[in-house]
Nanobody, 125 residues
Framework: QVQLVESGGGLVQPGASLVLSCTAT????????MGWYRQAPGKQRELVAT???????NYARGMKARFTISRDNAKNTVYLRMSTLTPEDTAVYLC???????????????????WGQGTQVTVSS
């Protein structure tokens, strides 16, 4: 069973920094592009940033100044470093993997469009 498990959310004050982690668990062979999205109450889910398997990054408009996405392929983990947080950053942050190749008994299989359960980030004084 392949899953994405996020961690690192919490309640922080405005101006604080936070690092989110998302780890793929299971018998992983390789992972394609990964990304972070967020969904605030009453709003649509929006892209924060993506990162390819080779490290190429892409940020949604306005995100690059304060957010940094990175990954550790050896740990099957993607990170999101967030700085100078404001109440407008309050949301559930979700991790996505576009493709995960995993071991299925005697052969490799590809799975697509995996999502984590989300981690809550609340920015409030």
């Amino acid at each position: 069973q392949v899953q994405l498990v996020e961690s690192g959310g919490g309640l922080v004050q405005p101006g604080a920094s936070l690092v989110l982690s998302c780890t793929a668990t299971g018998k992983i062979h390789s992972i394609g592009a990964m990304g972070w999205y967020r969904q605030a109450p009453g709003k649509q889910r929006e892209l924060v940033a993506t990162i390819g398997s080779g490290g190429r990054t892409n940020y949604a408009r306005g995100m690059k100044a304060r957010f940094t996405i990175s990954r550790d392929n050896a740990k099957n983990t993607v990170y999101l470093r967030m700085s100078t947080l404001t109440p407008e950053d309050t949301a559930v942050y979700l991790c996505n993997a576009g493709r995960i190749t995993y071991y299925n008994v005697t052969h490799l299989r590809d799975g697509h469009d995996y999502w984590g359960q989300g981690t809550q980030v609340t920015v409030s004084s």
